[in-house]
């Protein structure tokens, strides 16, 4: 158990302030906080308990941190300066167990006695917990904080079967997390449609069929009996239908309670949640409650925009200038991996109600709105949620919607003038209270009076209001405010590298060399890096400069490495790995091909395929055998072919003039040297290469990062090329007449594109920003500059051919050596 700590930095006398005690060190409790200091910053001396031994954070980003999507450095939402900036003693990990309120004091688990004049709960929900036989047993866990995230995590590490019982919104999004972590996943759901309670039937089976169709199983209408164990932990969940589910672990996500039991043991009024009055004032004028524990007019509430409500409600009254909270009409945003809900109001129709509804079967969109009496009551979108702010504003205002009833369900630009009205004008025609962000209650005002307070940039509109810096899903909206407020396009800044830091990549890479910096915590110190570790988009990129800048010297740090790349393969959806061992210039040999026929039949991979580089890609391979696969391959001379790797992944060539009758150099020759002078070699990103042995291009050598087509005269070189989502066809480099300038010329340019191109920029971006020009100047202005540059490249390779990394993908330098001995005599003895 962590030990309770506390901090503060008080630099006011505490008796100049009345004592403001929070229970609670979570979203409403902190946001209450904020919003009074916001009024009155010298009105309080605070202190807030929290039960967690952690900053605050927020909860509704728990689940892309269980995706991998996000860190929890990235959902912090007050670090420990603030609570110091603030004068705010913090302590935590250590919870309050009792409320005297004659004394007027609480007491912590530790003993620890505090005073109060004003007291706030803000305890928050607990988790329901199915009370079924089995379910205390060790593996079965809810979905409520970040110390049950972490142990889903470490269950997934061990792969194997999950359980989430409970298909609501928090239940899906576990299912989703746990099924991206390679676990196999069942929902378990009560009642006949998914998420009941903000879906109709139609969209709940759209959002089944989607969940079905992405690998989970999904069991509607199941009524959990037990919870099954062996061995003193879960095994699996038993229906009272008969059926079984195997389970490695159970989540059970089937719903909150108010957390009520130190206001109930105080003698506070309680019914289902604490009572509040429109002011958040409990039956003790001295005590205070906020959020999901409270129950005001005889509602209580578990999303987070009426949590925000209740917080300046209760901030305007302690301040001195009372409003009033008169409770909140509720949406709900679902956006998990690509699938785009919104519901709001009543959906349930009846008596009176109209259904106006649209489906687009192709594009897997489903809409329906809710009319009464000429006024919206209730929408449900499915595929397209673009609208649903719009709506959302006409319910709450209760607006007359005849005029526009024939349009309703084409949306607001529709609505406002047809399909060619200004994008910007939906946003526009929103009034200043509309929702902006759900996820921290932002109104459109606030994001316009942030934006003409010089906030000119999305990133310092996250920064200063929040907006935008959850869950991501208003970034449109906020970026349409830019724009409308300050007039045309914005202009975006350089881009900087995450959100950790103000410097480019471009910056970082300059200051690394300049200021001699060798380590990441150095580099983060140096620069004065916002956050104690980076995050998942600059550790990775810090890696590689520092190991692009100091080749020999620097030691790969695995911590800042993706699982592929530890792993030495790739994962895929169902959790398991694909091994891709390299195949030089696509080449192969009796030897390599029973190893690989062997590999599969041992560990039962279920499919091998022929990439588009001329290798063999071996599927269905269990993590814990990647070891023994690697081992086997190995022992056969095979070195990993990198499939997952920012680094080169192939070498793609003809048969050339070898065989081919229109060949006019040995293409597959130079793509096998080619291949063995780079593999292995660290870049900004992945790294393809071609080989033609003639203009036919046989090897498709021009939509490469480098690319060689044969010709009469020698050898024409080619950049820039990519052949994915966005196709680009290669730029000219240059023409050489013989092998050794090709090879020379190309480790010049990785060395060039190298030491120049961002992390994760292909040489496509990459030429198209700084310029072909520059690219030819930089290789070809200065003599000596393809000499110079190919050298450093061979000196690194030295270095990364060599590093532990490199020895773990390949076998012992002996039978590598070999290897490569033997490639091209086979060919020729079988031709």
């Not at 003693?89 to 004091?105: A, C, F, N, Y």
């Not at 036989?133 to 409520?144: C, E, I, K, Q």
């Not at 969109?365 to 009551?377: A, N």
């Not at 029973?594 to 041992?602: G, H, L």
Request: overall charge negative; charged content about 25%; some cysteine.
């Amino acid at each position: 158990m962590n030990a309770p700590t506390s901090f503060s930095q008080k630099d006011q006398p505490a008796q100049a302030r009345e004592r403001l005690v929070v229970i609670g060190n979570g979203m409403a409790g902190c946001r209450a906080v904020e919003e009074i200091l916001a009024r009155d910053p010298a009105r309080f001396d605070v202190t807030i308990f929290g039960a967690e031994p952690r900053v605050n954070y927020n909860r509704i980003m728990l689940s892309p941190v269980l995706a991998g999507e996000k860190a929890f450095d990235d959902i912090v939402i007050n670090d420990a300066s603030w609570y110091a900036d603030n004068g705010i003693t913090l302590v935590s990990g250590d919870p309050v167990v009792s409320i005297d309120r004659e004394t007027q004091t609480v007491v912590a688990r530790s003993g620890r006695v505090e005073p109060y004049d004003r007291l706030l709960i803000a305890t928050g929900s607990d988790p329901f917990i199915i009370p079924v036989p089995g379910h205390d047993l060790p593996g079965v866990v809810t979905f409520r904080d970040l110390d049950d995230v972490e142990r889903m995590l470490a269950a997934s590490e061990r792969g194997g079967s999950a359980v989430v019982i409970g298909g609501g919104l928090l239940g899906l999004e576990a299912a989703h997390g746990l099924a991206l972590r390679g676990m196999k996943v069942t929902v378990v759901h009560l009642m006949p449609t998914l998420m009941e309670r903000q879906l109709d039937e139609a969209a709940g089976y759209l959002l089944r069929s989607e969940l079905e169709r992405r690998g989970q199983t999904i069991v509607t209408g199941g009524d959990t009996a037990e919870i099954l164990g062996r061995d003193g932990h879960v095994s699996g969940v038993k229906l009272k239908d008969g059926r079984e589910f195997a389970a490695d672990i159970v989540v059970m996500a089937v719903g909150i309670r108010p957390a009520t039991g130190l206001a109930r043991a105080a003698g506070l009024d309680v019914e289902r949640g604490i009572l509040v009055d429109d002011h958040m004032m409990t039956s003790d004028p001295a005590v205070m409650a906020v959020g999901e524990c409270v129950q005001h007019r005889g509602q209580c509430y578990g999303l987070v925009a009426p949590l925000w409500d209740m917080c300046r409600a209760l901030a305007d009254c302690v301040t001195g200038n009372p409003s009033g909270y008169e409770g909140s009409v509720t949406s709900t945003k679902l956006k998990v991996s690509g699938i785009d809900l919104f519901s709001a109001g009543d959906f349930s129709g009846g008596e009176g109600a109209e259904d106006i509804v649209m489906r687009d079967a192709s594009r897997g969109i489903y809409k329906r709105v809710i009319v009464r009496e000429d006024r919206v009551v209730g929408a449900v979108l499915y595929g397209d949620t673009g609208d649903g702010s719009w709506y959302f504003d006409l319910l709450k205002k209760g607006e007359d919607i005849s005029e526009i009833r024939e349009a309703l369900i084409f949306g607001q630009a529709f609505a406002a003038g047809g399909a060619l009205a200004d994008p910007n004008a939906a946003v526009a025609a929103l009034s200043d209270d509309a929702e902006i962000c759900g996820c921290n209650g932002v109104s459109k005002g606030k994001v316009v009076e942030t934006i003409k307070g010089g906030a000119c940039s999305l990133d310092a509109v996250r920064s200063q209001c929040k907006a935008s810096a959850s869950c991501g899903s208003c970034t449109g909206l906020v970026e349409s405010l830019l724009r409308l407020t300050l007039g045309g396009e914005v202009e975006a800044g350089p881009k900087t590298m995450c959100k950790c830091t103000s410097f480019t990549h471009s910056d970082v890479r300059r200051l690394i060399v300049e200021k001699n910096l060798r380590l990441i915590p150095q580099v983060m110190q140096e620069l004065g890096w916002s956050t104690p570790d980076g995050c998942a988009s600059c550790r990775p990129a810090l890696n590689y400069y520092l190991l692009c800048a100091w080749p020999g010297e620097y030691e790969d740090d695995q911590q800042s490495r993706f699982v592929n790349e530890r792993m030495h393969a790739n994962i895929q959806k169902d959790g398991t790995y694909s091994v891709v061992p390299r195949m030089w210039g696509g080449l192969t040999n009796p030897r390599e091909l029973r190893a690989i026929a062997d590999v599969v039949e041992k560990y039962n991979a279920p499919m091998v395929k022929v990439t588009g580089g001329q290798r063999l890609d071996i599927f269905g391979i269990r993590k814990e055998d990647l070891p023994a696969v690697w081992a086997d391959l190995n022992a056969a001379g095979m070195v990993s072919g990198h499939a997952y790797g920012k680094s080169l992944r192939t070498v793609k060539t003809c048969v050339g003039s070898e065989w081919c009758r229109f060949g006019t150099q040995d293409s597959t020759g130079l793509g096998v040297k080619l291949e063995q002078m780079t593999w292995g070699s660290w870049m900004p990103h992945k790294f393809k290469i071609a080989v033609s042995g003639c203009p036919r291009n046989c090897a498709e050598a021009t939509i490469k990062d480098f690319g060689v087509v044969c010709v009469d005269s020698g050898y024409e070189l080619h950049v820039g090329g990519n052949g994915g989502i966005k196709v680009r066809a290669t730029d000219l480099l240059c023409r050489v007449a013989t092998e050794a300038e090709a090879m020379e010329v190309c480790a010049a340019f990785i060395q060039l594109y190298r030491e120049q191109a961002w992390y994760l920029e292909r040489t496509a971006p990459w030429i198209e920003r700084v310029g072909l020009e520059h690219v030819k100047a930089a290789l070809f202005d200065d003599p000596e500059a393809v000499a110079t540059l190919a050298a450093r490249f061979r000196h690194s390779q030295q270095f990364m051919q060599d590093d532990p990394w490199a020895k773990r993908a390949r076998g012992a330098d002996a039978e590598l050596h070999q290897h490569l001995a033997e490639v091209r005599p086979f060919q020729m003895e079988n031709a």
